[in-house]
């Protein structure tokens, strides 16, 4: 766990969540402030910072976030497909230091968000 990172408070249970999915590995939750009908957070429960920080020791936690994003994202109501995205770094337009991919969907198409959720 890092000290002062949001993310990693929440998995502690420190800071509440609207948890949706629960691992070893991985830990996942409602954004707060859904861009879509849709908006799943699916992080790392080690702490780690981007993908740019990421070593072979993290290759079981990634692996195992892109295989929950379709179970999570039909449970929670994007049967028809979903987006999967992650910001890296102040290019990546990141926010949070603790990687997090976000899954965006709902019954409508998510649209292009090259840039940010919007
Ligand atoms: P980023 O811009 O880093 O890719 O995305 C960060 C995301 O984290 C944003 O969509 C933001 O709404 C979400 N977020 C930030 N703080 C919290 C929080 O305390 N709880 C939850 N559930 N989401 C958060
Ligand atoms: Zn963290």
Do not use: W
Not at 66 to 89: C, D
């Amino acid at each position: 766990m890092s000290e002062n990172c949001i993310f990693c408070k929440i998995v502690a249970g420190e800071i509440p969540s609207k948890k949706v999915y629960e691992d070893e590995l991985v830990f996942a939750f409602h954004d707060i402030h859904p861009q879509r009908p849709v908006h799943i957070l699916v992080i790392p429960k080690r702490h780690l910072a981007s993908l740019q920080d990421a070593t072979p020791a993290d290759e079981p936690a990634l692996g195992r976030l892109l295989a929950v994003a379709n179970q999570l994202a039909t449970e929670a109501g994007s049967s028809g497909g979903f987006r999967v995205i992650i910001n890296n770094g102040e290019i990546g337009c990141q926010e949070v230091p603790h990687l997090h991919a976000h899954i965006v969907g709902g019954d409508q198409p998510v649209g292009p968000m090259l840039k940010r959720l919007d």
